[in-house]
């Protein structure tokens, strides 16, 4: 019989326990190689004649354990399926104390995971199952332990861990530095940097004091994370009512990263573009983007870190929990940035995902660390996010945050599951958390609520919502609705919460009911069918509606004919009623819609829908201009970058595609006013998409020269947007070469295939270098996952087939979910074009 190591799944027996790691590890940078010893204390439940600990393309050197005193040696087996070692003793240790200690050498990952060089710095992600890559030990995140550490490297080198530096000693050509016993942390929270980066000055969030880092040459970009660390800590230790508990904070811009950042203890590690920027130079996007995803990663030191969870089938709750908290402090922080406009972007692209019948519950299940890796995605995130913004909004923010004040006292230093977190929240409010929880994050899916209205009586009721015309499934959950209604009294708010499949309400009110909007403020998580009078009365009442409604409008209104239940027409018809819409967030909204239904498009149909565009949307760039006034305020400048990629990029306006490359022209030879920011990332699409060879080598010199990691990405990504063909092939030919940074290299090839002009020859690249694009990111596995992804955005049928057998024949672990809901997406947007494709051909024609 096999050893139960030998199952991918394997789970780590809780009768041995550690209790506190004491490790040394020996960095050596010029060969990316290490060694280290550590001493894990331990608690044994029984006797143990093995002990099992996760190990991982590690060589141990020596492995020994000491219980009563007595020390034995232990024989090392490795049991590569699992990811462990078992460690084998000629008599049994005995029940209770033991130290075990082990040394090691290893190799540094040559991939994003792991302990691995980006740049001249060496770095950890550890996250979900990589700790086990550097130091063997427990590497679940039910197993918390302080960790005392202390790494050995090159003298001259700055060297950050989680907890405050204790001692630093110098011999010869090296140091060696100690640090500070951290509290109980998960493994998967340890973190290390070591390398040639400098910091920003010290400055403190009451008592903890904060520094931002990065590469010597991008240190003017460190002081608006730095800002946004230093607002956000206290105003989360507020939240909570729980000191920051880590001693300090580092925050590390890192050269070469896979995700956007990492919540490490103490030591918050970013992809150089979700931390450092110029804010007289960048997009407020870009600005944005930065505040949300600072504030999630520290969001994370109380929730994720402080308390943690058992195990991953609970990652939701840590990361729903960060990304809503996230926005809630910056809204608080910065509330003219109007940010839950941008959280209601990201809930609608989890919408569109959790609309497939391939999609996942918010807790999912997970065995093994390919499991854990699809468990970063929209579901886990941004639909989580906004169950927990509909449970707060159900319960009021006082006792919603009474709970979780209650939730973080229980476990402190703990592990937790999520049903405590509910019990505590039905404690503090005295509501039906449980249920009301529990009916959103154990079945796939979400409802579309119907509405049907008969003077003052409304009928509701739902059903779960597939994107596949006529389809049905099993599926009632509780839905917290909040309609909003106009009637003789002025608008109003009515307030419900629907358990069974349906019911009917009289609104509260007087008088004729102009119109009903079933999901005020777009809080809920659900699609809304108004019914066809429904959708036309609101399309007549547009400024009455929120702009958060107004978005959501469009949305449901998409996704309904998508589905099949609504004709193409009329959304076109609806379009066509937002061209006057001044509301950034809202045009935004709009500009995505259309840019999806011309991408479906070809031959006269599609350069008839692109004058649709041209003349929806002309008048608003007339009135906006290209040039920003004195004092304009953010609203107007965002509204004029929407209607330039609306003209631009979807509408393949001549001119606006003229004036933005002379503009650029102009703000690459010095003139910064040339180019307001919000206009760049369109800008530099547009010069490359009728670009030639200067072009392409004017943009490529940008991205090897620019520090500005926000431009720089830009810069790069415009290298795949060249139509014409030998262009387009140097494009490819680079794509899998150093010339591409790993991090990078996902979007690239996603470029690449989203190219009207080039797809089809990168889809053929990929096929033919398949193993070379796994060569290549097979040390990532989320940007491996992301190409999969990308696959989806090939339109026709026979892209379909051909994708189909293609990822048959080369099934990718890490993506298995991945790919079966990009071919479950490419299958429903092939028959929808061909169904609606000639709809649209008769609407354009009736115009």
């Avoid at 230093?230 to 939240?239: G, I, M, N, R």
Wanted: hydrophobic content about 45%.
């Amino acid at each position: 019989m096999s050893h139960p190591t030998a199952d991918r799944n394997y789970r780590l027996p809780t009768s041995v326990r550690p209790l506190l790691y004491a490790a040394e590890l020996s960095l050596d940078l010029a060969q990316r190689a290490f060694e280290g010893r550590e001493t894990i204390s331990l608690r044994l439940d029984e006797p143990q004649d093995e002990i099992v600990l996760h190990a991982a393309d590690l060589e141990i050197t020596a492995a020994s354990a000491r219980a009563s005193g007595v020390l034995r040696q232990a024989r090392v087996r490795r049991a590569p399926e699992s990811e462990t070692v078992v460690l084998s003793f000629d008599a049994p240790l005995a029940e209770g104390h033991a130290e075990l200690s082990l040394t090691w050498r290893g190799q540094m990952s040559k991939g994003l995971r792991g302990l691995y060089m980006a740049g001249p710095l060496a770095v950890t992600q550890f996250e979900a199952a990589d700790a086990r890559r550097a130091f063997p030990c427990f590497d679940e995140p039910g197993f918390k332990a302080p960790w005392a550490l202390c790494i050995e490297a090159p003298k001259g080198m700055v060297v950050l861990s989680n907890g405050p530096v204790q001692s630093v000693e110098e011999k010869g050509d090296r140091q060696r530095v100690t640090f500070r016993e951290t509290p109980p942390l998960p493994t998967y929270l340890v973190a290390l940097a070591c390398g040639p980066i400098t910091g920003s000055a010290e400055a403190r969030a009451g008592a903890v004091p904060v520094r931002t880092w990065s590469v010597p040459e991008k240190a003017r970009l460190q002081g608006f994370g730095q800002e946004v660390a230093l607002a956000s800590l206290p105003a989360l230790e507020q939240y909570f009512a729980i000191p920051y508990a880590f001693g300090k904070l580092d925050q590390v811009g890192v050269p070469d990263f896979e995700a956007g950042a990492m919540e490490n203890a103490g030591l918050v590690t970013y992809r150089e573009a979700a931390l450092l920027l110029d804010p007289a130079t960048a997009a407020l996007a870009v600005q944005k983007r930065v505040a949300e995803v600072v504030t999630h990663e520290l969001a994370h030191m109380w929730f994720g870190n402080w308390v943690t969870m058992q195990w991953w089938d609970d990652l939701w709750l840590n990361e729903s929990f960060a990304t809503w908290m996230a926005y809630k402090i910056v809204d608080r922080w910065r509330p003219g940035w109007r940010v839950w406009l941008d959280f209601d972007a990201g809930k609608a692209a989890a919408l569109q995902l959790d609309a497939l019948r391939s999609t996942h519950p918010i807790r999912a299940e997970v065995k093994n660390p390919e499991d854990m890796t699809e468990s970063f995605d929209l579901i886990t995130y941004e639909k989580g996010g906004a169950v927990l913004r509909m449970i707060e909004a159900y319960l009021g923010e006082e006792r919603f945050r009474d709970g979780i004040r209650l939730y973080m006292k229980r476990h402190a230093r703990q592990n937790a599951v999520a049903d405590d977190l509910w019990s505590a929240l039905g404690e503090a409010s005295g509501e039906p958390v449980l249920e009301l929880a529990n009916g959103w994050i154990g079945q796939p899916g979400f409802p579309v609520v119907s509405l049907a209205l008969r003077g003052r009586r409304l009928s509701l009721s739902q059903r779960r919502f597939l994107s596949e015309a006529g389809g049905d499934a099993p599926g009632r959950w509780p839905v917290p609705l909040v309609l909003r209604y106009r009637d003789a009294g002025g608008v109003r708010e009515h307030r419900l919460l629907l358990r069974g499949a349906g019911e009917e309400v009289e609104l509260p009110g007087s008088g004729e009911v102009a119109w009903v909007f079933g999901n005020a403020g777009s809080a809920g998580f659900y699609r809304v069918d108004h019914g066809t009078a429904g959708a036309a009365a609101l399309a007549r009442h547009l400024g009455d509606l929120q702009p958060s409604e107004r978005i959501a409008l469009l949305a449901d209104e998409w996704a309904l004919a998508r589905r099949g239940d609504r004709a193409i027409g009329p959304f076109l018809d609806l379009c066509a009623a937002f061209g006057s819409e001044t509301d950034y967030a809202v045009l935004d909204e709009l500009v995505a819609r259309l840019a999806a239904v011309e991408h479906r498009l070809d031959g006269a149909a599609l350069e008839a829908f692109r004058g649709f565009v041209r003349g929806l949307l002309a008048p608003q760039l007339r009135a906006v201009g290209w040039d920003p006034r004195p004092g304009e305020e953010d609203g107007v400048r965002l509204r004029r970058a929407a209607v330039v990629r609306a003209l631009g990029l979807v509408g393949r306006d001549p001119a606006v595609a003229a004036e933005a490359r002379g503009r650029l022209d102009r703000y690459l030879a010095g003139d910064g006013a040339a180019l307001e920011a919000n206009l760049h990332d369109a800008a530099v699409v547009l010069a490359a998409r009728g670009g030639d060879a200067t072009r392409f080598d004017q943009l490529q010199a940008r991205f090897r020269a620019e520090a500005d990691p926000a431009y720089k990405r830009r810069y790069l990504a415009a290298l795949t947007a060249f139509e014409e063909p030998g262009l387009a092939r140097r494009a490819r030919e680079q794509a899998l070469t150093d010339a591409v940074p790993l991090q990078e290299a996902a979007p690239y090839l996603a470029g690449l295939l989203a190219n009207r002009a080039g797809r089809d020859d990168a889809w053929a690249m990929l096929r033919e270098r398949w193993e070379a694009v796994v060569a290549r990111l097979g040390g990532a596995p989320m940007m491996l996952r992301r190409v999969v992804e990308a696959l989806g955005s090939l339109p026709s049928r026979r892209h379909l087939e051909e994708v189909e057998a293609f990822l048959a024949a080369h099934p990718v672990a890490a993506a298995r979910q991945a790919a079966a809901q990009t071919l479950e997406r490419m299958r429903l947007d092939v028959a929808l074009w061909e169904r609606a494709a000639p709809e649209v051909a008769r609407w354009l024609q009736s115009r």
